[in-house]
């Protein structure tokens, strides 16, 4: 089908068609595991935040408190992150399990492939400019 000249120029489209592209890969590659791009999203962040709380997730990934419940109670079902008492009695602290700590290298490793093939259109050089391309919208957004 053929895309006019306003499609052609519009970022935001281009990018919804671009994050398209990526997601069903990233969907593609992390199916074995059980998990989809958003709770690996959410898997990396508590790695990296160990301690952090439902309310700081939902945060870091811009969805509210239910979604971030959501993402959370699937990650404990998979036995990839455990509650543990919060800084008070109304919150949870979130850590990675080892399950998770093991699971977590394999999952980034398809996902990074993944990436891999579905950027290959561009070079190297291309794929760390539009990156930093995207981080710099990020923190106009933000």
């Known amino acids: 089908m053929n895309e006019g000249k306003e499609l052609q120029r519009l970022l935001g489209f281009q990018l919804l068609m671009a994050e398209l592209h ?76 080892a399950s998770g700590r093991d699971r977590l290298e394999a999952m980034v490793r398809c996902l990074d492939e993944a990436d891999a093939a579905a950027a290959s259109a561009l070079s190297a050089g291309e794929q760390e400019q539009l990156l930093a391309l995207l981080r710099k919208l990020r923190r106009g957004a933000e």
């Open 22 to 97: 990526m997601g069903n890969r990233a969907r593609d590659a992390l199916a074995p595991f059980g998990i989809t791009p958003a709770k690996l999203a959410a898997l990396l962040i508590i790695r990296d935040n160990p301690g952090c709380d439902q309310s700081a997730l939902g945060q870091a990934l811009r969805v509210n408190r239910s979604s971030a419940m959501k993402l959370v109670n699937a990650l404990t079902e998979l036995d990839l992150v455990e509650r543990q008492p919060g800084r008070d009695l109304r919150t949870n602290a979130l850590h990675i399990t």
